[in-house]
């Protein structure tokens, strides 16, 4: 393959190029003949065969079967190790941290759930986090050592000036001014710290509903309500981290909320927030409002509001109310963003389906001038630990992956 404009064409950086090109092909496509990677990379035969030569001998691709269904011998197939690298994702709640540990394919080989039970957590969070990389490690049959590279999603988001933890006040412990520096000692791989909503972006970004967009706005509700903003491709944290801090965002319709660092909550939030619903239905007449932790009543009152037979009533009426709610705090996002795609995440959002898509969608033609395409989020099982994971995998890959050393 050819060097972009500016890169230096040594023969050094030319095969570590293809060798990176064939790589991604092999993630891609999964088991492929040197025949087909020459075809998708435009190398010639003997220039491919050297190239695999050198990544099975390197231990980044193993030989594996051959082709079939064609006549004449089948053809030699090439995969990526597996076990060539592997990362570790961990999401972070006020009630559990879940760990996770996949190989360099992807592939989840390892997950471990350590719960926290209460507001007061008496284990250390640096051991809470130890513990659960450890479960997850030993799940997977490997040592810590093993692990390139952990990426750890929490509410909130580490303010780059202080290192504290900001806009997460309900997660207890996680606020010492020390507390980075004390899992940097204690975590003998490169650790990173992101938004948990951010992470849910990333995991849609790669694996679902965004895949292909550069500019895209993920509106999150599950335990709290967020946003996350990709803009030109990648992640816009904002000054101090909070951008798309949108719970606080004052709002039409609810009360406005003063000196929300304190109170941890804002308009957006009290109006369209999972633990708005419950009242919501009974207000409109829902009577069989079920018990548990907020969240989860939430998702089961939309999901059984987007059901077909939902017409109308009390039920259609939530709905309703919950997709103008939305839109509401939606309108001002696209306004200022402007952008090609938002997708509803979370599962107060996709418990809704497309019943809840098409309201939000239909409300926010009224409310904003521009027309983003909307669409509920594919990523619906643990998307911040999938997208925890795919963080520390790109970094992962890119180092694992450089032949030019």
Not at 91 to 109: F, I, M, S
Not at 314 to 340: C, I
């Amino acid at each position: 393959m050819a060097g972009t404009a500016g890169t230096p064409g040594t023969p050094r950086v030319l095969r570590a190029m293809n060798d990176r090109a064939a790589l991604d092909l092999l993630l891609e496509h999964g088991p492929l003949s040197r025949t087909r990677i020459g075809k998708l990379t435009g190398l010639s035969k003997p220039t491919a065969s050297q190239l695999l030569a050198r990544l099975e001998a390197a231990g980044l691709v193993l030989a594996g079967g051959t082709t079939e269904g064609r006549p004449g011998p089948g053809a030699q197939l090439y995969e990526v190790n597996p076990a060539a690298a592997y990362a570790a994702g961990i999401d972070v709640t006020p009630d559990r941290v879940l760990a996770a540990v996949a190989d360099v394919t992807g592939r989840t080989v390892g997950r471990y759930e350590l719960p926290t039970p209460g507001r007061r957590a008496a284990t250390p969070v640096v051991q809470q986090v130890t513990d659960a990389l450890d479960g997850a490690v030993k799940a997977a049959g490997l040592a810590r050592d093993d692990v390139h590279r952990l990426v750890i999603g929490t509410p909130g988001a580490f303010d780059p000036g202080t290192g504290r933890l900001r806009y997460a006040s309900h997660l207890p412990g996680w606020h010492s001014p020390a507390l980075l520096e004390e899992l940097a000692a204690a975590l003998p791989m490169p650790v990173e710290y992101e938004n948990d909503v951010n992470l849910a972006a990333v995991a849609e970004q790669r694996l679902g509903a965004a895949r292909g967009h550069e500019d895209f706005v993920l509106l999150w509700n599950q335990e709290g309500l967020g946003a996350a903003l990709v803009l030109g491709g990648r992640l816009h944290r904002g000054w101090t981290g909070g951008a798309g801090e949108v719970g606080f965002l004052p709002v039409p319709g609810a009360p406005l909320v003063r000196k929300v660092s304190r109170t941890g909550s804002g308009g957006f939030q009290e109006l369209a927030g999972s633990q708005a619903l419950a009242g919501l239905a009974r207000e409109l007449g829902v009577t069989d409002v079920p018990s548990g932790p907020y969240p989860e009543v939430a998702a089961t009152l939309v999901a059984r509001a987007a059901r077909a037979d939902a017409e109308d009533g009390p039920h259609r009426r939530l709905l309703q109310t919950y997709a103008t709610r939305l839109a509401t705090g939606l309108a001002s996002l696209v306004s200022v963003l402007d952008p090609e795609l938002v997708v509803l995440s979370g599962t107060s959002l996709t418990a809704g389906g497309e019943a809840l898509r098409d309201l939000v969608r239909d409300e926010l033609e009224e409310l904003a001038a521009s027309r983003p395409r909307l669409a509920v989020g594919d990523v619906t099982e643990h998307p911040v630990l999938r997208g925890a994971l795919e963080s520390a995998l790109a970094t992962t890959r890119d180092e694992v992956f450089d032949t030019s050393r």
